[in-house]
C-alpha cells in the first residue's frame, strides 16, 4: 500500500513542479476556481420557476413574496412530466466554459465543483421535499463513449454520489447516436434527443 502522506515540504516542492491553477483565469489558486471567478464569473440562477428552473422575467420576481409557488407560464399551463430540476446557475460565461472543460477536456477535478455547486441546492431539496432515492447518469452513446473515452455525467454522478451518500443506478441507455448538441437551438435539441434513451424496464427502484 502506497502512504500519500507527504512532509509540508514534499507538498511546496509538487505545487512548484505542477501548480493548481484556477480553470477559468489560469491564476495559480489552491482551489478549482479561484474567488474572484467564483464570483464574477458564474451566474446564479436566483430566479427562476420552482419546477423547470427556467429564469423568470424581474417583473415576476418584484412582486409581493406569494404563499404559492412560482412559476412560468409554460409549467402553469402544460407542466412538465418532471416534478423538479435544479439549475443553481445560468448556463453562460464561466458554466459554459466549465462545463465544456469537463465534457471535453477530460478534467474531472470539476465535477467535484459542480457537485460542491450542487451540495446546497440538493440539501435543500431534501429539507423540503425528502431524502434522494439514487443518482441515474444519462449515458452516452457507445460510439460516442469511444471516441471520448468517458462520460462526464458519470464523473458528475460519482462526485454526487459520494456526496449525498446515494448509489449510481446505470439503468438509462442511449438507443440512437445523436449529433452535438452543441450549436442546437432548445427546439432542434429536443428534436435531437427524441427517442434517444431506453430505460431498462425490469429495474425496480
Ligand atoms: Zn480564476
Ligand atoms: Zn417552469
Same mark, same amino acid.
Given at each position: 500500500?502506497?502512504?500519500?502522506?507527504?512532509? *509540508?515540504?514534499?507538498?511546496?516542492?509538487?505545487?512548484?513542479?505542477? *501548480?493548481?491553477? @484556477?480553470?477559468?483565469?489560469?491564476?495559480?489558486?489552491?482551489?478549482?476556481?479561484?474567488?474572484?471567478?467564483?464570483?464574477?464569473?458564474? /451566474?446564479?440562477?436566483?430566479?427562476?420557476?420552482?419546477?423547470?428552473?427556467?429564469?423568470?422575467?424581474?417583473?415576476?420576481? /418584484?412582486?409581493?413574496?406569494?404563499?404559492?409557488?412560482?412559476? @412560468?407560464?409554460?409549467?402553469?399551463?402544460?407542466?412538465?412530466?418532471?416534478?423538479?430540476?435544479?439549475?443553481?446557475?445560468?448556463?453562460?460565461?464561466?458554466?459554459?466554459?466549465?462545463?465544456?472543460?469537463?465534457?471535453?477536456?477530460?478534467?474531472?477535478?470539476?465535477?467535484?465543483?459542480?457537485?460542491?455547486?450542487?451540495?446546497?441546492?440538493?440539501?435543500?431539496?431534501?429539507?423540503?421535499?425528502?431524502?434522494?432515492?439514487?443518482?441515474?447518469?444519462?449515458?452516452?452513446?457507445? /460510439?460516442?463513449?469511444?471516441?471520448?473515452?468517458?462520460?462526464?455525467?458519470?464523473?458528475?454522478?460519482?462526485?454526487?454520489?459520494?456526496?449525498?451518500?446515494?448509489?449510481?443506478?446505470?439503468?438509462?441507455?442511449?438507443?440512437?447516436?445523436?449529433?452535438?448538441?452543441?450549436?442546437?437551438?432548445?427546439?432542434?435539441?429536443?428534436?435531437?434527443?427524441?427517442?434517444?434513451?431506453?430505460?431498462?424496464?425490469?429495474?425496480?427502484?
Amino acid at each position: 500500500m502506497i502512504n500519500f502522506k507527504l512532509k *509540508p515540504a514534499a507538498i511546496i516542492a509538487l505545487r512548484y513542479l505542477f *501548480p493548481t491553477q @484556477c480553470a477559468l483565469c489560469k491564476q495559480y489558486c489552491e482551489k478549482t476556481l479561484c474567488h474572484n471567478c467564483f464570483t464574477n464569473q458564474l /451566474s446564479p440562477n436566483t430566479y427562476c420557476c420552482e419546477r423547470c428552473a427556467n429564469p423568470l422575467a424581474p417583473l415576476l420576481h /418584484s412582486a409581493k413574496p406569494s404563499s404559492r409557488a412560482r412559476l @412560468c407560464g409554460q409549467c402553469i399551463s402544460k407542466p412538465p412530466p418532471y416534478i423538479n430540476c435544479i439549475a443553481p446557475y445560468i448556463y453562460e460565461n464561466g458554466i459554459r466554459e466549465l462545463t465544456h472543460q469537463l465534457k471535453f477536456s477530460a478534467n474531472f477535478t470539476l465535477a467535484q465543483l459542480f457537485a460542491h455547486l450542487l451540495q446546497t441546492p440538493i440539501n435543500d431539496y431534501i429539507k423540503q421535499r425528502g431524502p434522494l432515492d439514487t443518482i441515474v447518469p444519462i449515458p452516452l452513446h457507445p /460510439s460516442r463513449l469511444r471516441e471520448r473515452g468517458y462520460n462526464q455525467t458519470q464523473q458528475l454522478a460519482k462526485a454526487l454520489a459520494k456526496q449525498h451518500e446515494l448509489t449510481i443506478i446505470n439503468s438509462l441507455s442511449r438507443v440512437k447516436a445523436t449529433t452535438t448538441q452543441v450549436k442546437l437551438s432548445k427546439k432542434q435539441r429536443q428534436q435531437n434527443l427524441h427517442k434517444a434513451f431506453s430505460c431498462n424496464p425490469t429495474l425496480h427502484l
